[in-house]
């Protein structure tokens, strides 16, 4: 579904992913792991559309993606549910929601609206709120069923147990395994090693803008590397 | 001490006009809210659009309020092209490029109008220039009504669009999380023009409605413009509320330091409330907390 091969990018003189290679199929959780600052983001923003890759091609259900506007790449499917969420914190929860179909799947505004309501019911109990009072875990819940409304084929998802305490965390993981298990592709970037692994059939943990270690999650949790570096094992 | 009666007059009078420099206000703020930009060229952009009003009106005789929708039209394709073609594009991304190429705009726009049009005032005259409305003891001047009328309708349907289109949310998605924006496939130099090409239509509106009791020069719009900043600043940056509120209020502070200092003093109460706001209430009436 997603295939990144070379893929170099920075900013200004500096070089932050030095050649990734990396493919998430249809219907996999495929975890994308590493400490803060290898690259996790700026691959995200490649991704979208965001930064201009210098090198390397992505191809997104066939079609090529590098040098596509983040306008082309949400209107082919690719979501991405943001770090630090980023939430439209002056607008209300319907609002934030209306404008996650936006660029994609308009037509099917109300119906999903329903969609995203089942899933978060506390999202409906704070429809009139502005998105700026909700909780972190309201805004979470809010970005990622932001991210629905556009019927993504392949959700990324930015660190989404970011800033949530340990219950939510769980709460937020469970989800995922949730929409995958109807059908979702899913794009997990995490620091969160431990709980990421649990939940993704295949890992990437990359170090310095590069692919470290690949392979099935339970090959991966197993790297005596990973396991020294991530876990102090 | 004047009677109560002259001082109402004078009240709704400075209603009436202040609402006039609300519109001008308005597409300020919004382009300040949007893009985070003061657009230098805002005034030079007003006085254009007054030159505009009065060449249609001498070539096929439109009258100014007649021509308030094709105005509006052609200022938003106007503003829509100057911010995609021009202002985006030479700013590179950078702020303070932005204000330099505005301020270069409005010399540039300035200079056009005196070579085409000379710098002799002007003023268009229209049958109700001079009339009047008789309500209870108070004289209101009719193109004042009117223009005060239009510029609340031409508010109101801003609000409505921002508030209701899939555009108008989106604009305001933009003016706080621009990447959280790009990421839903708005594109976000569409929505900077387009905000661009609002505020440029504002000030197509607000010339058909100032035209025909106002009159008009190129340096015109720095008088305008002056009176616009104060607004939006007492109003709160980027607020579209409180730059109705804001020109309701400076019209009626005009006009009444006009009443009691003179219509010459009239402008010194308004640089006096700005004074005051940015001492006492330096994010405006409605503004965002710092």
């Known amino acids: 579904m997603l295939e990144v091969e070379g893929l170099r990018a920075g900013y200004g003189s500096v070089e932050i992913l030095r050649g990734i290679d990396m493919k998430v199929e249809a219907g996999e959780i495929v975890a994308v792991l590493g400490s803060n600052g290898v690259g996790k983001t700026t691959l995200n923003m490649v991704l979208s559309g965001l930064v201009r890759p210098r090198g390397g091609t992505i191809r997104f259900c066939g079609r090529s993606l590098a040098g596509a506007s983040p306008a082309e790449i949400v209107a082919s499917g690719l979501i991405q549910v943001p770090e630090g969420r980023r939430i439209f914190p002056n607008m209300g929860v319907r609002e934030n929601l209306e404008l996650g179909s936006y660029g994609r799947a308009k037509p099917n505004r109300a119906a999903n609206l329903e969609k995203v309501f089942a899933i978060f019911p506390r999202l409906k109990e704070r429809i009139g709120q502005f998105a700026g009072t909700l909780s972190g875990g309201e805004q979470q819940m809010l970005a990622i069923g932001r991210g629905l409304m556009a019927e993504p084929k392949l959700l990324i998802l930015d660190e989404p147990s970011l800033g949530l305490s340990p219950l939510l965390v769980e709460e937020m993981f469970a989800l995922i395994n949730s929409l995958n298990a109807d059908g979702l592709s899913i794009m997990l970037v995490e620091q969160n090693v431990v709980q990421s692994l649990e939940l993704a059939g295949r890992a990437y943990v990359i170090e310095n803008g590069e692919v470290a270690i690949a392979g099935s999650a339970a090959s991966v949790a197993a790297d005596p590397e990973l396991r020294r570096t991530y876990l102090g094992l | ?290």
Not at chain 2, 20 to 44: D, E, P
């Open chain 2, 1 to 290: 001490m004047y009677s109560a009666d002259i001082i109402i007059e004078a009240l709704l009078n400075g209603l009436l006009t202040g609402a006039i420099y609300a519109l001008v206000a308005l597409g300020l703020t919004l382009v300040y809210g949007v893009l985070h930009i003061i657009n230098f060229a805002h005034g030079a952009l007003l006085a254009a659009a007054m030159f505009a009003v009065l060449f249609v009106n001498q070539i096929l005789g439109l009258d100014p309020y007649v021509q308030i929708p094709l105005l509006a039209v052609i200022f938003f394709g106007l503003g829509y092209g100057l911010q995609r073609l021009v202002i985006g594009p030479a700013s590179h991304g950078r702020d303070e490029n932005i204000l330099l190429v505005t301020l270069g705009l409005s010399i540039i726009i300035e200079n056009l109008l005196l070579a085409g049009f000379g710098s002799d005032t002007r003023s268009l005259n229209t049958d109700y220039s001079f009339a009047v409305f008789e309500v209870g003891p108070y004289l209101l001047g009719q193109a004042r009504v009117f223009g005060a009328a239009g510029a609340l309708a031409t508010a109101a349907l801003l609000w409505l669009f921002l508030s209701r289109s899939d555009t108008g949310k989106a604009i305001r998605a933009v003016a706080r999380e621009k990447i959280g924006a790009s990421l839903q496939g708005i594109s976000v130099g569409h929505v900077y023009a387009v905000t661009f090409g609002l505020g440029c239509a504002c000030l197509a509106v607000a010339a058909c409605l100032l035209l025909p009791t106002f009159y008009v020069n190129p340096r015109i719009g720095s008088a305008y413009v002056l009176v616009a900043f104060t607004i939006v600043v007492l109003g709160g940056m980027g607020s579209i509320v409180g730059a109705m509120l804001g020109g309701l209020i400076i019209g009626v502070v005009e006009s009444m330091s006009g009443l009691f200092l003179g219509e010459s003093l009239g402008q010194i109460g308004i640089f006096l409330i700005f004074i005051l706001a940015l001492l006492f209430k330096p994010t405006g009436l409605f503004g965002a907390k710092a």
